[in-house]
């Protein structure tokens, strides 16, 4: 694997783990348009 | 906490509360143009005063503790002791709305009454006398309109004022008069019932706040459990409150709580006559909305337009050469893969443009395939059906000549614009990247967020079309039909609020069931909630209609009828059984005047629904299709695999150990149960992974992948396609939604029956779209015909026996 190769795929699994690690931390994304207690931040945490 | 000013927002349901909260925030909660949106309360911050918290609560007819609302209401005015009361009223109903009013100054707090609407009050030509009302009920009293943020932020600010005072107001009813003290709150009631509450008072003193005994007193009087209960009140007291309470009864002949009710409505009445001058013109006329109701609420017509809307808005969204399938081809196909032209910028070059132009380098292609392999016929197979659309001879003069033949340079043809799919992987070719990074990157993270992007536009149109019913009134009236159809079956329409709340997102759908005080109706309403396709599952339906259903466009609308029919099918056999049974509550709904939605309003909530699912394609889709490509290109050995080694993946094995599981529906494979797993992520994973395990099928693109994939599945490609939609759009929700459902039920044995239930639905309804279809198309009776039809047997047993009396509690 050339060093191109290398820094795509660290690129690829470090957003994906960034992407993981805030939907942990400030819940899922949804089309709720706000409608639960997200605040307008269209993020659920299991329903909060 | 640095706060320390608290002002309650609160008012009766559907009046306008949350457009002012959001308006004097800077907040974005949902607004929903029917009663029973707020749930909970919600806090925000006021604009220009950080000290200052904004409570919105959920709305209320009266402070009496009936329902989740008012309980909600009630314990925040009474238990929280907010420093002012922000009363909003709908100056349109003014009347009705000021039962609650004359309930909340008798809390004793600092008020100010915030008639709404008076933009629509001042175009019919009525007038309100706000100094009368506001001298009657010792509160101030101005006039606002939230949707248009007219006096808004002064009435928010006076509120701020009187807080800071301490004082009741002016009761002049001038906007921004100067503040005066006003000594007590108002005496609605006649002199006996004074003279009782007078009594009442004297036995309370010293157990409840001073500002606040009056209101006490009259829930005293009203016999109200709860709070004689927190108050602890002796045998000995009641005895004598009870003797006062009687006398009063006997004298007028009535109930106390009647007393109480048929009084206040006799103030409010006399205080209307002084103080609201009707237009004559309008006076005794039926309104606009009242005539459009007419026909929207017609008993025969009301279902059939309801309907018809459903058509027009999946017509637009999802019929060929629609609005949406045009702009979905342009995301799908050029915007996010190869690109395209500018439009007026296209030419031919010899004689032909670049679509024929590609044509001819498909069957040259073709040809030089047909001759290398040996054969005198070339064919073009059409990548839905897979039957030959196209055959000729071809010969070694032919094969010359196609080998002669260059694939079209697009930029020879017009202004060329490449699409992100094209950017990217040319971008991963000049940096050097070797073919299977190309492939995690292309196939894998780009190829699921494009698959879910390119259905934007459908969901906008989807979104937007909801958004314009809402606001301009008519969502109400879907659930005054659906109540009127429901009750007839048993159910109550107060759980439509939340199915329809379901058609954007299932998590709020399963939380707004809290409203239902009967905890079976509320369990009910939990399960049968998310049957409504929410947002993400629109996505599953534009899929695939856009790929098997161009023209059967009504089968998208299909899918929503068929929702709204499990709602009521699965309403009737759950009430039949013991866990269920019981009479349907009461639904009070008030049905908003008709109005232009304003375009921010509109957009405001199209967007909000659209920017959840945008950014749900990135932190959602992007990491889970990270994770598939994985999986599907590594073995058990953690041996990278190639493109034709697929077989011996991760990926590859952990779905064909369920793929049985699926074998009656159609779509029996290893994709189709990855496919099928993993749409418990999120719903539109599900169209993101069958891109991803489709990817190679051979087709141009990823539609003709996912065609291609159906069509080595089973011989009846849209059968599979039909009953893999339904299947994904009626099994239980996203993990989120199920999250929530565990919560609301509060127990893990309903939790798990709500999702053992629409498990059940989901999968015999995805049997009969299969089975019974091949029956119809001619393939045959088999033995999983015959289980679909003794499956539907027993439904219709369910839904047909006759009512069980009573039940267990």
Known sequence: MNVSSAIVVVAVIAFAAFAVWRVLKKGMPCECGSSCCCGGGCYCKDGK | MANSIKIALAGNPNCGKTTLFNAITGSEQYVGNWPGVTVEKKDGVLRGHKEVVVQDLPGIYSLSPYSTEEKVTRRFLVDENPDAI?????????????YLSTQLAELGLPMVMAVNMMDVVKKNGDK?????????????????SALKKEGDM???????????????????????????????????????????????????????????????????????????????????????????????????DDDAESIITNQRYDFIKKLMDKSL????????????????????????LALPIFILSLCAMWWLAVAENGPGTVLTDWANDEFLADGWHLPFTTHEVDGKDFDAAQEDFAKAEATVKAWEAG????????????????????????????????????????????????????????????????????????????????????????????????????????????????????????????????????????????????????????????????????????????LFFREQWYVAAL???????????????????????????????????YHMPTFSGVWHH??????????????????????????????????????????????????????????????????????SVSAEIAKEQATATLGLVAANMGGATTGANIQAFFASVSAFPKLAALSFMVFNLFVPPCMVAIAVTFREMGSKKWGWFAIAFQLFVGYVLALNAYQLGILFAGGGF????????????????????????????
């Open chain 2, 277 to 300: 001058a009707l237009n004559e013109k309008h006076k005794n006329k039926a309104t606009l909305s009242d005539r459009i109701d007419k026909i929207v609420t017609h008993r025969f």
């Open chain 2, 375 to 546: 054969e005198k016929k070339a064919s073009i197979e059409d990548e839905e059906t897979g039957e030959v659309s196209d055959e000729w001879d071809i010969d070694e003069a032919a094969y010359k000549a196609a080998k002669e033949v260059e694939e079209p340079d697009p930029s020879k043809y017009g202004v060329w614009v490449p699409g992100i799919g094209a950017l990217v992987s040319a971008g991963l070719e000049k940096v050097g990247v070797g073919e299977t990074v190309k492939s995690l990157v292309v196939d894998g993270a780009w190829g699921g967020v494009a698959t879910v992007l390119g259905f934007v536009p459908v969901i906008f149109i989807v979104f937007l079309f909801l958004a314009f019913l809402e606001d301009c009134g008519y969502m109400a009236r879907v659930a005054f039909i659906m109540d009127r159809l429901l009750r007839k079956f048993g159910l109550s329409g107060k759980s439509f609020i939340p199915m329809l709340i379901g058609k954007g997102c299932g998590v709020p759908a399963v939380m707004a069931a809290r409203t239902i005080e009967n905890e079976r109706a509320r369990r009910m309403t939990v399960i049968l909630a998310t049957f409504v396709p929410c947002g993400a599952k629109t996505v599953i339906i534009a899929m695939f209609a856009a």
């Open chain 2, 128 to 144: 309100i006398d706000f100094a009368k009302i506001s001298k009657a009920l010792r509160c101030e009293v101005v006039g606002i």
């Open chain 2, 559 to 593: 899918m929503d009828v068929v929702g709204i029919a499990i709602i009521i099918l699965g309403g009737i056999a759950l009430k039949k059984t013991r866990f269920f049974a019981g009479e349907a509550a009461s639904f009070v709904l008030e049905l908003p005047a």
């Open chain 2, 782 to 809: 088999g033995l999983w015909t015959a289980v679909a039809l003794l499956v539907d047997v027993w439904c219709a047993w369910m839904v047909l026996r006759p009512d069980r009396k009573g039940g267990s509690k």
């Open chain 2, 86 to 98: 922000l009363n909003i009223v709908d100056g349109t109903n003014i009347e009705r709305n000021l």
């Open chain 2, 606 to 675: 199209t967007w909000n629904r659209l920017k959840g699912y945008i950014i749900k394609a990135g932190l959602i889709i992007f990491p889970a299709c990270v994770f598939l490509w994985f999986v599907m290109h590594f073995d058990w050995s953690l041996t990278l695999l190639g493109d034709e080694e697929i077989e011996k993946s991760i990926l590859h094995d952990l779905g064909s150990w369920i793929a049985w599981f699926f074998s009656p529906l159609g779509f029996g494979s290893w994709q189709g149960a990855a496919a």
């Open chain 2, 154 to 252: 002064e009435a928010a600010e006076m509120a701020v004022a009187l807080a800071k005072g301490g004082e009741r107001g002016t009761g002049n009813g001038e906007r921004g008069g100067g503040l005066r003290k006003l000594p007590d709150v108002p005496h609605v009631f006649s002199g006996s019932v004074e003279h009782a509450i007078a009594h009442i008072e004297e036995s309370i003193q010293g157990k409840v706040p001073m500002r606040s005994i009056r209101w006490y007193a009259i829930k005293i009087f009203e016999r109200d459990r709860e709070i004689i209960r927190d108050l602890g009140l002796g045998v000995g007291d009641m005895k004598h409150i009870e003797e006062h309470i009687r006398d009063c009864e006997k004298e007028l």
